[in-house]
Every structure is written in structure tokens, then in C-alpha cells.
């Protein structure tokens, strides 16, 4: 283990990332500075508050619960809008996987609804629940929905012939072969669903928040990443600002490979 | 696997089988009138050019299409879709990708719900026999090409069929890695004289294992020859084309094939044409 970090730690792979990230913190806080030291404002970036004075803002708030609560606010919808995606996405995209007629009946419909993004549901999802939380939670939830149903639609579908052909002969059932073939043959494909549904999920998550005021003016009980960075924007504060984006990468890095590591726990075949 | 039953079972009879695909405009015959037989405890070895047709009579056999006319039988009953009565081994692997060696051999008998103590003993024994007691916790994509088509000889062996039919099962593997195959197949047959369908389109592979060889013309095929192979047996690669008997059955399997291929070229079929060229710079050296 111990041997193991410290090879991840002197690869060569692992010095180029490092360096690559400080320089960007220094070419980010030179820009930002430029115009203390010389009067001319480097354009776009030179805007941006610089690492040191977010680094400055961030750490008081390491301390503070009001803004780890908002972390916990935006998992929570993150996750739950996600966890019922996948619990009415993976059963819903088998039936229309192994069922012609269900597939018939049902698949024209999702594919129009499809193409609307999750955004555009919000004012008739703040319109139809009744609450903002429920709002946005749905919100998230179609952001996810779509993208794995349509990946295990995709994976039931694309499981080679052959294994059925091979199962069939061998004495199997219909149920003994969706158990042990369609199941495991559609598990890689959920889990590539899973993995970019969730990334989907932030993206979504974020912009629900800021836009529903994370609830505060329906009476939910607002806060969320989201509704952090926008109350930043509002307050005049922009290096809160900087630190809500990168707690948002940071969260959704930790997201995506918490899933990516379940996801091969459950595909150890993929593994070389 | 040596009951008296299981080696005069599996004797399957075709009658004039025809088989076409697509209906006016893009119709293609691609079985016309073929009869033929094979007999359980003789190793019937089938050869024809590539895209002859072999692998639509495979899928008659196993039964996974249907003849346009004439009948398939198997000890005078009936083909009527696939069953557990007879295996197809295909070109490429079918082995389940998420499954170990282990998993994948017991498919069979799990299926039926029969994985009981005997049938473990017996996946065991054959996972020693195909040389993968090391890989038994392994998954297809961690073993080799050679490694996968043994699986795939295990996992068809223990549900003892009565018909066994292998379409170019050993297709695509390096020379030394096919003929360790035909080593390991001819082992195995020995062990198991169920009906074995072989079907290849290597002349080396089928004098090498077969007892009996059909040959089959062009697209739209039937038996063009049928030649016994007596070759004695256990054989040896090693000395196999050092026997005249040997090659004299080679030379008359590739002068019918030639033959076949200068029938299907003059009627218009380019498909020989290679087959043609490379016969005729044989027979010229």
C-alpha cells in the first residue's frame, strides 16, 4: 500500500500533473495581480480574484458549518435525484430492452421528452411539486434518468448474439437468461450511464439552486452550493464565488469516483 | 459419457435440405438438395470453401433457423429449434464475458439446475483435461485465444451432448496454437465418442482428426464427395503427411475442391478464383 503511494507519488505521469496545476495557480495569480503591479488589466482572466486572496477567503469558511451545509445540501439532492434515476432508470430501460411491445408503446414518447434539457423543466417542476426541494430534486433526477436509461437500453440491446444463441442451446430459460446474460452483460453499460449521469447531476443540481434561490422564496429550506455561489454574486463577493466553483469540481470529482469505483467493483471482467 | 445409449444416440439424417434467404429481388440459395449423414462414433469432418454455405447447414443442425424444404433428423426425430441435445461450438468465442473459466463450464448443468457434486467432479476433471486448473478464477478476456477455445470445449463437453458441431471452432489461431489444438480436440473425442460435427475449411485440420470427410461445393452447396479417413489412430502430427495414405487423401479432397471451385467460376462466381490460382501453382511445382 505504502509502497504503492509512493510509486503513484514519483511517477512520471504524477510530477507532470503537479507542475502542470502550479503553473496555472501562478499564470492565474500573476493575471490576476497584473494590473496592481502595471496599471493594464489582463482581459477575462485578470477579472478573476487570485488563488492566494480565494485560498484567503476559503480558509474561515473551513470553519463554518453554514457552508459545509451547503454541501451537504447539494449531495443530498445530488444523490437522491440520482439514486431514484438509477432505481427507475435500470428496471425501465430493461422492459423496454426486452420487451417489443413496451418498447413500441413507450420509447417515440421518451424520445421526444428526451431532448428537453432538465433546465428547461424548472419553472413546471417549481409549478407542480410542492415544495422547492422536491423541485429541484426532480430536476436532478431527470438529468440523470435519461442518460442511463438510454445507455441501458443501448447495453441490453448490444449483447452479442452468440451469448443467447450459447444459453439457449445450453438448456436455459428466459428468466435463467435474463438473469445471468442480459443482467451482467448490461451491468458495464449502467455503469457508464451512472458515471456520466452523475457528472450530469452537479451540472444540474447547481443551476436548480441558483435559479429556484435554493428555496428561499418558496419556503424550502434553500442553501446548496449552488445557491452559495449565487448569494456570492449578489453579496459582491467574488472570491466566494471562486470558492464555490471549486468546491463544485471538488465535489464532483469525489462523486464520479466514488460511482467509477463501484462501478468496477461490479464489472470485474472489464479489468485487465 | 461411455453408456452404450449415449454412443448409438445422435445419428442425424438430412434428406434433400434446401435452404434460401430473401424473398424475390435479393434471393440467394444457399443449400440446394444436400443429403447426408453422420454417425455417432465416427468423426465427421466437413470441408468446403469459405462462404459455401457451411455455417447456414450448422445453424439448420443446431437448429436455430429452419430449412426451406427437406428434413433434418436426429435419430428420426425431427429438428424443432435449439436443444440441449445438441452443442455448437462457433468461430468466434461465445464464452460469457462475466463469467470465470469455472462459472462458464458450469453454465450447462446451472441452467438445468443440476449443479450438484457429480457435475462439479466432472467440471474439475475437464478443466484438468484442457490444461486450465490455473485459470479456473480467470475471465475469457484474461486468457489466451488457444486458452478460450479450450473453455469453450469444457463448457460444451460436460453437458454431455448427444451431437456436438464445431464450425471452425479453432479458426484464427496461430499455426503452433491449432495444432495443439487438434491434439487436445482428437484427446477429448477419444475420451467421448458423442456425435461430433466438425466443420472447417483447413484440408490439414480435417484429414487430421476426421474419420470421415465430406466435402461440399460452392454456394449454393451440397456433398460434393464423401471420403473415409482410415487413417489409424492415435495420430501424430509429427508424421501424419509423412504417409502416403496421407497425402493421397489430400491430393484427392483438393483436386474435388478444385473441381468445385472451376464449376462455381465458370458459372460466373469469383469467389474461387483465389482458390484456383493458388491449386493450380501447387499442382505445377
Not at chain 1, 492565474?28 to 478573476?48: A, D, M, N, T, Y
Not at chain 2, 438445468?112 to 485459470?135: M, R
Amino acid at each position: 500500500m505504502i509502497r504503492s503511494i509512493k510509486k503513484y507519488l514519483t511517477s512520471s505521469s504524477t510530477r507532470r500533473g503537479i507542475i502542470a496545476v502550479i503553473i496555472f495557480l501562478l499564470f492565474w495569480e500573476i493575471c490576476s495581480r497584473f494590473h496592481l503591479w502595471f496599471g493594464v488589466q489582463v482581459p477575462w482572466i485578470g477579472k478573476i480574484p487570485a488563488p492566494t486572496s480565494v485560498v484567503q477567503a476559503w480558509i474561515p469558511l473551513l470553519d463554518d458549518a453554514g457552508y459545509w451545509s451547503n454541501w451537504y445540501l447539494s449531495a443530498k439532492r445530488v444523490f437522491s435525484g440520482f439514486l431514484f434515476a438509477m432505481l427507475i432508470g435500470i428496471p425501465f430501460g430493461l422492459i423496454l430492452a426486452i420487451n417489443r411491445t413496451a418498447y413500441g408503446i413507450i420509447f417515440p414518447t421518451f424520445e421526444v421528452l428526451r431532448p428537453i434539457p432538465p433546465l428547461a423543466w424548472v419553472p413546471a417542476s417549481i409549478i407542480f411539486w410542492p415544495t422547492a426541494e422536491m423541485s429541484i430534486a426532480f430536476v436532478t433526477f431527470l438529468g440523470a434518468f435519461y442518460t442511463i436509461v438510454i445507455n441501458v437500453l443501448g447495453g441490453a440491446q448490444s449483447i452479442d448474439q452468440r451469448y443467447f444463441q450459447a444459453a439457449k442451446s445450453m438448456g436455459s430459460s428466459q428468466w435463467d437468461i435474463f438473469k445471468r446474460i442480459v443482467l451482467p452483460g448490461t451491468v458495464p453499460s449502467i455503469a457508464v450511464g451512472a458515471a456520466v449521469g452523475m457528472g450530469i447531476t452537479w451540472e444540474v443540481v447547481v443551476a436548480a439552486e441558483m435559479i429556484s434561490g435554493g428555496g428561499s422564496q418558496s419556503g424550502g429550506s434553500g442553501g446548496g452550493l449552488g445557491f452559495f455561489i449565487w448569494n456570492s454574486y449578489l453579496g459582491g463577493s467574488y472570491q466566494q464565488i471562486v470558492v464555490g466553483m471549486i468546491s463544485i469540481g471538488i465535489a464532483g470529482y469525489i462523486s464520479s469516483a466514488i460511482i467509477r469505483s463501484i462501478g468496477e467493483y461490479f464489472t470485474p471482467w472489464t479489468r485487465r | 459419457m461411455t453408456e452404450k445409449s449415449k454412443i448409438v444416440a445422435g445419428h442425424i439424417e438430412l434428406k434433400s435440405v434446401c435452404k434460401s434467404y430473401g424473398s424475390v429481388d435479393n434471393y440467394k440459395e444457399v443449400i440446394k438438395d444436400c443429403s447426408l449423414e453422420i454417425t455417432p462414433g465416427v468423426l465427421t469432418v466437413m470441408i468446403g470453401p469459405s462462404g459455401c454455405g457451411k455455417s447456414a447447414l450448422i445453424r439448420l443442425i443446431a437448429g436455430f433457423e429452419k430449412p426451406s424444404s427437406g428434413s433434418i433428423t436426429i435419430d428420426g426425430r425431427p429438428v424443432d429449434g435449439p436443444g440441449k441435445d445438441r452443442l455448437v461450438i462457433f468461430q468466434e468465442s461465445a464464452l460469457f464475458p462475466w463469467m470465470t473459466t469455472e462459472d462458464n463450464i458450469l453454465y450447462g448443468p446451472r441452467a438445468v439446475g443440476e449443479e450438484n457434486s457429480k457435475n462439479k467432479d466432472l467440471a474439475n476433471f475437464l478443466i484438468d483435461k484442457v490444461g486450465l486448473n490455473q485459470f479456473k478464477k480467470k475471465f475469457p478476456n484474461q486468457l489466451s485465444g488457444g486458452m478460450q477455445r479450450r473453455c469453450e470445449l469444457a463448457r460444451a463437453l460436460i453437458n454431455q451432448p448427444e451431437v456436438m458441431v464445431l464450425d471452425e471452432p479453432f479458426r484464427g489461431l496461430d499455426e503452433m496454437t491449432k495444432e495443439l489444438m487438434w491434439e487436445y480436440y482428437a484427446n477429448l473425442y477419444e475420451e467421448n465418442k458423442a456425435t461430433n460435427f466438425f466443420v472447417t475449411t483447413d484440408i490439414d485440420e480435417a484429414i487430421f482428426l476426421a474419420d470421415r470427410l465430406i466435402i461440399m461445393t460452392n454456394i449454393p452447396t451440397r456433398v460434393a464427395a464423401v471420403i473415409d479417413v482410415d487413417i489409424p489412430k492415435p495420430r501424430r502430427l509429427s508424421n501424419i503427411f509423412d504417409l502416403d495414405q496421407a497425402n493421397a487423401i489430400k491430393m484427392k479432397a483438393l483436386k474435388i475442391l478444385h473441381e468445385e471451385a472451376m464449376k462455381s467460376f465458370r458459372s460466373g462466381s469469383k469467389a474461387a478464383a483465389d482458390f484456383i490460382d493458388a491449386y493450380s501453382k501447387r499442382v505445377s511445382s
